[in-house]
Structures are given as C-alpha cells and as structure tokens.
Antibody
Framework: QVQVQQWGAGLLKPLETLSLTCGVYGGSFSAYYWSWIRQAPGKGLESIAEIDQSGTTYYNPSLKSRVMISVDTSRSQFSLKLTSLTAADTGVYYC????????????WGQGTLVTVSS | EIVLTQSPGTLSLSPGERATLSCRASQTVYTSYLAWYQQKPGQAPRLLIYGASSRATGIPDRFSGSGSGTDFTLTISRLEPDDFAVYYCQQYGSSPRTFGQGTKVEIK
C-alpha cells in the first residue's frame, strides 16, 4: 500500500517561505496525482496545489502568486513552497495522494502544523 | 469556482440513529465527481465515498452516498460511537478542487 510521509519546518516568521516535502513509499510514484491541502485552526479544508502524472500543475487562485508544487520522480517526492507568509497561513498542511488519476484523496500525510509568528 | 454548502452545520444524534448530511453545489458537479471525508480531532481526513456513491476501500456499508448534479447526500444508516466526527464533501471534477465547510455529527 502506498504511504506518504511529510516533513518541513513548522515555525516561521512573516514574509518567510514555507517549504514542505512529501515522500512516497511502497508504490509507483507515477501512478497517482499529488496534492497539498491545508486547514486553518478550527476551520475547513482548502486545496492549495496539485500536480498530475504529466506534470501539469493546478493552483488555488487565491494562492497562485505565492505557491509552487514540484516533483522529484527519482526520489519519489513532491514539494510545496509558499512565499511571503502571513499569520493567515497558519494551520495544518497535508500532502495527499489521489485515487489513481484523480484528485479524490485516498491517502494522506500525517500533517504538519505551520505557525507563522514574529 | 464551485462553492459547496453543507447542511446542517451540526447534527446531534444518538448511537443507532440514522444521519443524513447534505451537500449542495453552486453549479453542476462534473460527472458526479463528489467525495465525502470523515475527520476526527487531530487526524487527517479519511476518504469515505467517491464518485458520489462508491465506497472507498474498507468503508463499512452503513455509509452510503447519493445524488447528482448539484445535490448530494451522505447517509449513515445506524450511527456507531466511532462515527461521531466532522464530515466534508469535496468536488474534484473541476479546478480548483473545493470542499464544503463541514458537518459535525455529535452525540446527543
């Protein structure tokens, strides 16, 4: 079964850049779509960025100017960068695996709590 | 962007009762690409239903999904203690993928 595990810094200052990476274990990296999703404290889920098997990326319009998703197929990893952080970016960030070639999320990372504070 | 509105915000029920959760979309969801997730405190969401009515692997048959177009429903036939959680719908047919605001199912 394909598992995902994520890592990255969780305490950042305003205007800094968030960098998170998700490693994929136990399956073919190229057989799935990959995504980043976040959840502000006490709030719902928000899609941030996605990438399909051809490398086409999709970004939430509200974040598009600040976000980038990338893949390293040789390492079976994908990453998120979010620039110019503000307190509004505080929350739990999840990486997720699509169910095959779709953006319905059947595998999730453990989540990373990101706190933006001076 | 497709906006998903879930109702009710909170559902207070007892174990053994039936739960009916609604998800309404601001425009037609492409080929019923509608999913439901369960989330418990401190945990990542878990996929329950995809394609509006197909159960994900390992999901018990007391969970069922229905609907098409703009109106979708998640039904839990008989609530078990482990089912008390927050439930989210998600449309994945168009970009950006969007979620509803969630329905909390709490113990009455």
């Amino acid at each position: 079964q394909v598992q995902v595990q994520q890592w990255g810094a969780g305490l950042l200052k305003p205007l800094e850049t968030l960098s998170l990476t998700c490693g994929v274990y136990g399956g073919s990296f190229s057989a799935y779509y990959w995504s980043w999703i976040r959840q502000a404290p006490g709030k719902g889920l928000e899609s941030i960025a996605e990438i399909d098997q051809s490398g086409t990326t999709y970004y939430n319009p509200s974040l598009k100017s600040r976000v980038m998703i990338s893949v390293d197929t040789s390492r079976s990893q994908f990453s998120l960068k979010l620039t110019s952080l503000t307190a509004a970016d505080t929350g739990v960030y999840y990486c997720a695996r699509g169910r095959g070639f779709s953006f319905v999320y059947s595998g999730w990372g453990q989540g990373t709590l990101v706190t933006v504070s001076s | 962007e497709i906006v998903l509105t879930q109702s009710p915000g909170t559902l207070s029920l007892s174990p053994g009762e039936r739960a009916t959760l609604s998800c309404r979309a601001s425009q037609t969801v492409y080929t019923s690409y509608l999913a439901w997730y369960q989330q418990k405190p401190g945990q990542a969401p878990r996929l329950l239903i995809y394609g509006a009515s197909s159960r994900a692997t390992g999901i018990p048959d007391r969970f069922s999904g229905s609907g098409s177009g703009t109106d979708f429903t998640l039904t839990i036939s008989r609530l078990e203690p482990d089912d008390f959680a927050v439930y989210y719908c998600q449309q994945y047919g168009s970009s950006p993928r969007t979620f509803g605001q969630g329905t909390k199912v709490e113990i009455k």
